[in-house]
């Protein structure tokens, strides 16, 4: 192939963008296919050269190798001419190109043939919910799952084949994953419809999973949840997907954790609250009240004096941390509670108890808007 300047040949300037190089291009191939040339050798030899020159000039880092050290820089450097041609850039131009260069790159510049075959897949991965408590996400629990997943094929061991059956070449590409036919003046080469580019196809199929190389199994198997989970945490049980084509490694198995909402605490992170009731006289008093955590109780001293909504830590109640290197807390807000439904004996020592405060009851309690305005008397003061 001659070697003609690539600007010259798509009769670009040298510092051409990239929208000028395709709009050069595309009129070079308009002009020189060989579906309006047929039977146009010369046509041709302009349809090739456009076409290397683009892929060059095109793609940034060969064009900078061009720029530099022309033809033989290209040649060099790991580009090895067009063995390595990545005929994705010539997806802008299927409308006049059409399926032309997808099957005849390999050999329309004498590159190497590769194996087009569809590769075999890994296998699929699953994912399933596991619902827990919040004390088993506290404590880490083993559960029972049930699925359902494709295994290999225990009689052909995901080959497909019969046992002792040996594959036999495809008979449509004779073995070689690829059928040539003629477009106009090119051989076209084209993975083969039969066997998929394997090369081989299947005359007698596993009776046991009907050629398809792998069986639906039931399974349960038992999982380790650890300590510290959260609602949506996932778990990946690698390998226990489901099982991957002839020799390919299987899928993962993913256990999301659904952890039920407790009715007594929140979690935030790995910290704990919840919120207890104590009594007028408990709370004025001080006091020491159970309470309940995930793993059985604590005493929580309420000190005399504590008002409504205070909150009380309790370190290291919480959830572990799933690291397992620290613990969250149990946070204890106290609502204090005013009693309803006082007997008449109640009544009289609570009254008494006010008096003895100075606490006006029966009277206009004047005491909260005395406070108000000394408040707005004092702000509205000049200073
Ligand atoms: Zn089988
Ligand atoms: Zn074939």
């Given at each position: 192939?001659?070697?003609?300047?690539?600007y010259?040949?798509?009769?670009?300037?040298r510092?051409?963008?990239?929208?000028?190089?395709?709009?050069?291009?595309?009129?070079m191939?308009?002009?020189?296919?060989?579906d309006?040339?047929?039977?146009n050798?010369?046509?041709e030899?302009?349809?090739?050269?456009?076409?290397?020159?683009?892929?060059?000039?095109?793609?940034?880092?060969?064009?900078n190798v061009?720029?530099?050290?022309?033809?033989?820089?290209?040649?060099g450097?790991?580009?090895?001419?067009?063995?390595?041609?990545?005929?994705?850039v010539?997806e802008?131009?299927e409308?006049?190109?059409?399926?032309?260069?997808?099957?005849?790159?390999?050999?329309?510049?004498?590159?190497?043939?590769?194996?087009?075959g569809?590769?075999?897949?890994?296998?699929?991965?699953?994912?399933?919910?596991?619902?827990?408590?919040?004390?088993?996400?506290?404590?880490?629990?083993?559960?029972?799952i049930?699925?359902?997943?494709?295994?290999?094929?225990?009689?052909?061991?995901?080959?497909?084949?019969?046992?002792?059956?040996?594959?036999?070449?495809?008979?449509?590409?004779?073995?070689?994953?690829?059928?040539?036919?003629?477009?106009?003046?090119?051989?076209?080469?084209?993975?083969?419809?039969?066997?998929q580019?394997?090369?081989?196809?299947?005359?007698?199929?596993?009776?046991?999973?009907?050629?398809?190389?792998?069986?639906r199994?039931?399974?349960?198997?038992?999982?380790?949840?650890?300590?510290?989970?959260?609602?949506?945490?996932r778990?990946?049980?690698?390998?226990?997907?489901?099982?991957?084509?002839?020799?390919?490694?299987?899928?993962?198995?993913?256990?999301?954790?659904?952890?039920?909402?407790?009715?007594?605490f929140?979690?935030?992170?790995?910290?704990?609250?919840?919120?207890?009731?104590?009594?007028?006289?408990?709370?004025?008093?001080?006091?020491r009240?159970?309470?309940?955590?995930?793993?059985?109780?604590?005493?929580?001293k309420?000190?005399?004096?504590?008002?409504?909504?205070?909150?009380?830590?309790?370190?290291?109640?919480?959830v572990?941390?799933?690291?397992?290197r620290?613990k969250?807390?149990?946070?204890?807000?106290?609502?204090?509670?005013?009693?309803?439904?006082?007997?008449?004996?109640?009544?009289?020592?609570?009254?008494?108890?006010?008096?003895?405060?100075?606490?006006?009851?029966?009277?206009?309690?004047?005491?909260?808007?005395?406070?108000?305005?000394?408040l707005?008397?004092?702000?509205?003061?000049?200073?």
């Open positions: 192939m001659s070697r003609k300047d690539y010259e040949i798509l009769s670009l300037p510092n051409a963008q990239a929208e000028e190089i395709k709009k050069a291009y595309r009129q191939a308009l002009k020189h296919h060989p309006r040339n047929p039977g050798k010369e046509a030899e302009r349809f090739k050269e456009a076409a290397e020159a683009y892929s060059v000039l095109i793609d940034p880092e060969k064009r061009y720029d530099r050290f022309g033809h033989e820089g290209l040649r450097g790991g580009f090895q001419g067009f063995s390595g041609f990545d005929s994705s010539f802008d131009f409308d006049i190109l059409g399926n032309f260069f997808g099957f005849s790159f390999g050999n329309f510049f004498g590159a190497g043939e590769r194996p087009r569809r590769s075999r897949q890994r296998g699929r991965d699953l994912a399933l919910e596991v619902e827990i408590g919040l004390s088993e996400a506290a404590a880490g629990v083993e559960k029972e049930k699925l359902n997943r494709a295994e290999a094929c225990p009689a052909c061991r995901g080959s497909k084949r019969k046992p002792g059956i040996s594959p036999s070449a495809c008979p449509t590409c004779g073995g070689k994953g690829q059928v040539r036919y003629q477009q106009g003046f090119f051989t076209v080469a084209k993975t083969c419809p039969r066997c580019g394997q090369g081989e196809v299947i005359t007698e199929p596993c009776e046991t999973c009907g050629g398809k190389g792998h069986v199994e039931k399974r349960s198997l038992r999982v380790r949840i650890p300590a510290g989970v959260e609602d949506g945490s778990l990946r049980l690698a390998g226990e997907g489901e099982a991957g084509e002839e020799g390919m490694p299987a899928g993962d198995l993913y256990v999301v954790t659904r952890v039920r909402p407790h009715p007594f929140e979690r935030d992170g790995n910290d704990l609250s919840c919120r207890i009731d104590v009594s007028f006289a408990q709370a004025a008093l001080g006091g009240v159970e309470i309940p955590t995930l793993v059985g109780s604590e005493v929580l309420v000190p005399p004096g504590t008002q409504s909504g205070e909150t009380f830590k309790l370190k290291g109640q919480g572990p941390d799933i690291s397992g620290r969250g807390d149990l946070y204890v807000t106290v609502l204090v509670q005013t009693p309803k439904d006082l007997s008449k004996e109640q009544k009289t020592l609570l009254a008494k108890l006010a008096e003895l405060r100075g606490e006006a009851v029966e009277t206009v309690d004047r005491s909260v808007l005395e406070r108000f305005k000394s707005f008397e004092s702000s509205e003061r000049p200073h």
